[in-house]
């Protein structure tokens, strides 16, 4: 499976993007979607996840001002990202798991002017 994200850009705080990512070929209901992210320096984090039935996932740092939300039919999982802070500048990643499978996206870069 190979996972195409895109969306990323430059915004200023207190601006909005929207993250998407398609998979390749159709993901069962079984495999989580997710989104990671990866600042400079410091170590890939959670940013929010969603299974198969919906169940969703966020890190405190984005809670109320983050949503994310798949889409079975066209394979996709997206980020909604609102209010957003200089602390969410970092490189953004999909990713795809269940089980021993698991599938990252290539990332795309979102950066946060003050």
């Known amino acids: 499976v190979q996972l195409q994200a895109s969306g990323g850009g430059l915004v200023q705080a207190g601006g909005s993007l929207r993250l998407s990512c398609t998979a390749s070929?159709?993901?069962?209901?079984?495999?989580?979607m997710g989104w990671f992210r990866q600042a400079p320096g410091k170590e890939r984090e959670s940013v929010g996840s969603i299974t198969g039935t919906g169940r969703v996932f966020y890190a405190d740092s984005v809670k109320g001002r983050f949503t994310i939300s798949r889409d079975n039919a066209k394979n996709t999982v997206s980020l909604q990202m609102h209010s957003l802070l200089p602390e969410d500048t970092a490189v953004y990643y999909c990713r795809v798991w269940f089980s021993e499978y698991d599938y990252w996206g290539q990332g795309t870069q979102v950066t946060v002017s003050s």
């Open positions: 070929r159709s993901i069962s209901s079984f495999f989580t």
